[in-house]
């Protein structure tokens, strides 16, 4: 029997320490390492040492599960939960020192997310999501809004590093900014469907975020109350992600369907 909060108190102890780490790492100065899929989106070493000790801390644990890194791929395990870990959710804030960015672990289950941790070691907030019992927010309990039209939706979104990607993200953006209150872009996915899950924005949508950008973030906003998906009944993925209070979800679906949201220019 899995207990899913044994879960997320483990991935909550070692997300504040991965936390202290890269705070520290900061301090010390940044070296980027590397970078993956333009130059502009690097890998510093701290993403890197905060990625191996939080799969070092994790499988020391629970030495059978499985473990997904953004930096170091995947190792199986055989108990059927695998770690999906971003070590640092915001690497460009990190570089530049602007103080938001995040460490983000969660445990899936049988193919679906059951404990979800979202730390951000700056601001001191932690996010916890546990499947069926709720979100927390430093132990208090969330609620997304109750915003009822879309014109009155603050909405967070992020952009690609691939300039195809940014040229459409641009026309979708276009096509959202005039209906809506007004947009944020905090540079951190996982931060974007925690302040969902705590009221601070209304609406989130991004194409091209990778598993572990959103593995704990989503299922802390659903938590919350949030409905998230992708376009046309799909699951949220790669393809695109929509997480929103529920009376918004359709109105900003059917605004992204129309503008293609789910492409890239050619
Ligand atoms: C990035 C951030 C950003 C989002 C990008 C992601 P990284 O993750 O979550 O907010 O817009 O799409 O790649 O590279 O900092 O882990």
Redesign the pocket.
């Known amino acids: 029997m899995i207990d899913y909060h044994e879960l997320a108190q483990l991935a909550e102890k070692i997300a504040l320490e991965a936390g202290r780490l890269i705070v520290s790492r900061r301090d010390e100065g940044v070296d980027v390492a590397d970078t993956k899929t333009s130059p502009t ?1 690097v890998v510093t070493r701290a993403d890197r040492e905060s990625e191996r000790f939080i799969r070092d801390s994790v499988l020391a644990a629970r030495p059978h599960d499985a473990v997904l890194g ?1 930096e170091d791929g995947e190792i199986s395990g055989t108990s059927g939960v695998t770690w999906v870990i ?1 070590p ?5 804030n990190y570089l530049y020192g602007i103080p938001l960015y995040a460490v983000s672990i969660a445990a899936e289950y049988d193919g679906r997310a059951v404990a979800g941790v979202v730390v951000n070691p700056v601001g001191q907030e932690t996010w916890v999501g546990v499947r069926g019992s709720g979100a927390f927010l430093d132990g208090r309990a969330l609620r997304v809004n109750d915003t009822q039209r879309l014109s009155d939706a603050l909405v967070a979104t ?4 691939l300039q195809p990607r940014r040229t459409k993200q641009a026309e979708v953006l276009r096509a959202v900014l005039p209906r809506v209150r007004d947009i944020r872009r ?5 931060v ?1 469907l925690c302040w969902l899950a705590s009221g601070r924005v209304d609406a989130c949508y ?1 194409r ?3 598993r572990w ?1 959103i593995a704990a973030g989503l299922l802390i906003a659903e938590e919350a109350g949030a409905v998230v998906g992708g376009l046309h009944g799909a699951a949220p993925s790669e393809e695109l992600v929509i997480a929103s209070a529920p009376a918004l979800f359709d109105d900003l679906h059917d605004l992204l369907a129309q503008s293609g949201a789910d492409t890239d220019a050619d």
């Not at 640092?88 to 460009?92: E, F, K, L, Q, R």
């Not at 992020?158 to 590093?161: C, D």
């Open positions: 989106d953004e971003d640092i959710d915001g690497t460009v992020g952009f690609g590093y905090a540079g951190v996915a996982a974007d991004e091209g975020l990778n950008d």
